[in-house]
């Protein structure tokens, strides 16, 4: 009989109304247009200044028409999990991955309470298993996943009998001395227990983070003895496995340390991926994969079954070959990132779905391991490969694609066909075969990196590996609960948000220089043109700040030189530049108070937005050209994750103004900026600019110059302090050279 639930969606698409965002998009875009034209029209009357606004304008009003491209047709899906139950008859098995490569930048005690989120998600536990990838090989982070697998044995059961709703534990107890009341005495006792237990684990860890040197390697911690992070066999160690595969008990838990040797590329993230698909295909093979930063824990303990909502509804599977749920922060949620989401990232998702953000995302293993939609047929008629029934080793193709693991070739046959299995009793079974995949050498000759798993080539490997799934015809979905799926931690301040986005800016370049490229992957692939269109507007990020760059200077230079690049108050023209500025910004600004961000941090985000365009995608652009020409190798620097221990949230709030700085020369171009605009506004105001005839500067130039020194305000007081919030003084000697040199070529240019 036909179950009438069959008929009831799983999810529902919501179109969002924009005809304003439509209007006042090309609103802006008209006047851009004006105002380049305005430009072009009287470009004769004028000098240098003139023309480089023109061309930085001209780029300016590209990124625009992405932007507009981008975001026209913003959708999102609501999802309806408790529909679930009766729609299928059984869930699918997930294989949940999170990846550390560093215990000093990214504390034990953050992945343990993102392990710790996993594995107390609302999801039969027979059906998950949860893999630890360290790549800095380190005793302290095994040693902590053993004492957090003790505790998740308490945890677990805590969170799901009283269906607590944050699942990671530094989150849960944070600032709380006292259960929430009202509540049973079962569970004010249970509470209490909990936190105790807790925080024994916490001190657990943190002694043994201090004895770390002197860690007594036997027993299990044996096969750390003579290890090095980059000089190490591989070790793969079964922590805890769900033995009698209890639906309630706990999922399996496993650790994985990739063979690393000094002379053989180990790809950074992405390699540490390749591996987790290896090892977990020949133990468990989940048809689905989930990966997490191992800062990023599981917020919403629904999350799995809401994802399941789009993974199994959408009818047709290549409208959906991976889930991702937006990146957002626990300890920045007006953050840059969670704004773009709004105002972009939902009308990508309208196009052909979200992009891979390398954290939050459910994979479809098949399309991890190189599959077409259009072989979907194919697979579901149990072709795959030529044979009925199953693969044959000594095919030449098949070694050639995935390696010569017999084990690993079996599963990815499995997968591929879009079946579970080969079902090994136990993890423990497959060691052999995980440690073998797990090997620095396995790749070698084979599809890994290429065409199968997450692609090497760039230090934003997530952004290539969805492309090129996109580029197959693949659609992708997008999972945004309430509360948020994922939140993770913001790089802090300074140094570490400038290397994250330096780091960005390279790999998105990286893969636009490529062969690999949006521009190509539409016209012999099957990216759609407004897909490829979104993502030259990610990939350009680190080419912005060469016309940033030039912008920032223009009004200096004007002054500098008494010339012009806007037109004089008194000349009707000058309507176009400032309509475009006020409108743009009160569009913007608008845009951050109906999102309910606050006005503050839309002025802060703008601010950043423009130190970090002009330095750290600077020194991204360099990097990527220098690697272009073989100059130099781009390397991923891991961010740095800060433990925010309970109680203490909220007194960075009066920092909120000051930047951190240090030595990093990343830091020379925002004082130079300064130091140039003070120059400039001193040579204003004391008259000292050369007398010439015809135009000189105006109060635009003036003006524009004064904004500038508010947006880099931070080092403004950098200047006059020491410590971690002051430029360090020999960043501020080149920088006052390289000013001094600057505004000395503007007079030298000028007269000639
Ligand atoms: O050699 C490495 C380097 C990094 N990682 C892991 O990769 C993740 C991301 O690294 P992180 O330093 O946090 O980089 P972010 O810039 O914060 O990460 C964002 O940007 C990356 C590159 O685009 C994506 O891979 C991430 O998923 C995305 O969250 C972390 O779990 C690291 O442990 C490794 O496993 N091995
Ligand atoms: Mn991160």
């Known amino acids: 009989m036909a179950n009438p639930m069959r008929s009831v969606p799983l999810y529902e698409k919501v179109v969002h109304k924009n005809a304003t965002q439509r209007v006042l998009d090309v609103t802006v875009l008209f006047l851009l247009l004006c105002l380049l034209v305005y430009r072009l029209l009287s470009v004769h009357d004028h000098g240098f200044a003139w023309f480089l606004a023109f061309l930085c304008e001209s780029f300016f009003t590209f990124i625009w028409v992405l932007v507009i491209c981008s975001r026209w047709t913003p959708i999102s899906y609501k999802t309806y999990p408790q529909r679930l139950q009766k729609r299928v008859s059984e869930l699918p098995a997930v294989d949940m991955f999170v990846t550390t490569a560093d215990a000093e930048l990214e504390p034990p005690i953050i992945t343990v309470n993102t392990v710790l989120s996993l594995l107390a998600v609302d999801y039969p536990a027979h059906k998950l298993a949860c893999y630890v990838s360290d790549d800095g090989c380190s005793p302290l982070i095994f040693y902590s996943l053993v004492e957090a697998s003790k505790f998740a044995k308490l945890w677990v059961p805590f969170c799901k009998k ?34 105790k237990e807790y925080e024994q684990l916490c001190r657990n860890i943190e002694h043994a983070a201090k004895e770390s040197a002197a860690f007594d390697l036997t027993g299990d911690l044996a096969v750390f003895s003579n290890t090095e992070p980059r000089n190490h066999p591989s070790i793969v160690k079964v922590i805890w496995e769900n033995e009698e595969n209890l639906p309630d008990g706990i999922p399996h838990l496993i650790y994985i340390s990739r063979e690393k040797r000094p002379k053989h590329p180990h790809h950074y993230k992405a390699g540490a991926m390749n591996v987790l698909n290896r090892v977990s295909g020949v133990m468990t093979n989940a048809p689905l994969v989930l990966n997490v930063d191992c800062d990023m824990y599981a917020n919403n303990p629904e999350i799995l079954l809401q994802a399941m909502c789009l993974l199994l509804g959408f009818k047709n599977e290549r409208d959906c070959a991976f889930v991702q749920s937006p990146q957002l ?26 992009f891979y953000a390398g954290s939050g995302t459910f994979h479809r293993r098949k399309v991890i391991y190189g599959l077409w939609p259009d072989e979907i047929q194919i697979q579901n008629q149990g072709k795959y490969f030529n044979s009925v029934n199953g693969y044959k080793v000594s095919d030449d193709e098949l070694l050639k694609k995935f390696g010569i693991s017999k084990e690993f070739i079996e599963s990815a046959s499995h997968a591929l066909r879009g079946k579970t299995g080969p079902k090994t009793s136990s993890p423990l079974n497959s060691l ?25 080539g760039s230090t934003t490997e997530d952004i290539l590996t969805g492309l090129m799934i996109h580029k197959k015809g693949w659609r992708s979905g997008y999972c945004s609960p309430d509360p948020p799926a994922f939140l993770g931690c913001a790089p802090p301040g300074g140094p570490a948000a400038m290397r994250q986005q330096k780091r960005w800016a390279t790999g998105l370049l990286e893969i636009l220089f490529s062969k690999n490229n949006p521009i190509f992957a539409t016209l012999t692939g099957k990216l759609l043109f407004r897909q490829c269109l979104a993502y030259l507007w990610v990939l ?3 080419l912005r700040s060469i016309p940033e760059l030039c912008y920032t200077l223009l009004p200096a230079y004007c002054i500098i030189t008494n010339s012009n690049f806007l037109p004089k108050v008194q000349e009707p023209g000058i309507c176009i530049p400032v309509a475009v500025l006020v409108i743009y910004k009160l569009y913007n600004l608008s845009e951050y108070i109906l999102s309910g961000f606050s006005i503050l941090s839309w002025w802060v985000n703008n601010r950043k937005a423009r130190i970090l365009t002009t330095s750290a995608w600077l020194f991204g652009f360099v990097n990527a050209v220098l690697k272009l020409f073989g100059l130099a190798d781009t390397i991923f620097e891991i961010t740095q994750k800060v433990y925010q221990p309970p109680a203490s949230t909220a007194d960075d709030d009066e920092n909120e103004d000051l930047f951190v700085f240090d030595e990093s020369p990343v830091f020379i171009p925002g004082t130079t900026i300064l130091l140039v605009h003070v120059a400039a506004l001193a040579t204003g105001v004391l008259g000292l600019q050369p007398q010439v005839g015809g135009q000189g500067f105006g109060l635009g130039e003036l003006i524009c110059s004064v904004y500038v020194v508010l ?31 600057f505004a000395q070529s503007c007079k030298v240019g000028s007269m000639n």
Request: charged share 20%.
């Open 540 to 542: 350009t990020w680190g």
């Open 162 to 195: 009283f269906n607590i709703q944050v699942r990671a534990p530094f989150r849960y107890f944070a600032g709380e001395s006292a259960p929430p009341s009202p509540s049973s005495r079962e569970f004010q006792q249970d509470w209490k227990k909990m936190k």
């Open 711 to 741: 947006y880099f305000w931070p080092f403004m007081k950098g200047l006059f302090r020491r410590g971690k919030y002051g430029i360090p003084l020999s960043t501020i000697c080149k920088s006052a050279a390289l000013a001094l040199l």
């Open 432 to 456: 052999d075969a995980a440690h073998q995949v797990a090997g620095c050498g396995y790749e070698n000759g084979t599809d890994w990196g290429e065409n199968v798993g997450w692609l090497y």
């Open 329 to 354: 922060f626990y300890d920045s949620p007006e953050n840059q990132l969670t704004v773009l989401h709004e105002h972009i990232g939902k009308g990508i998702v309208g196009i052909q779905g979200p």
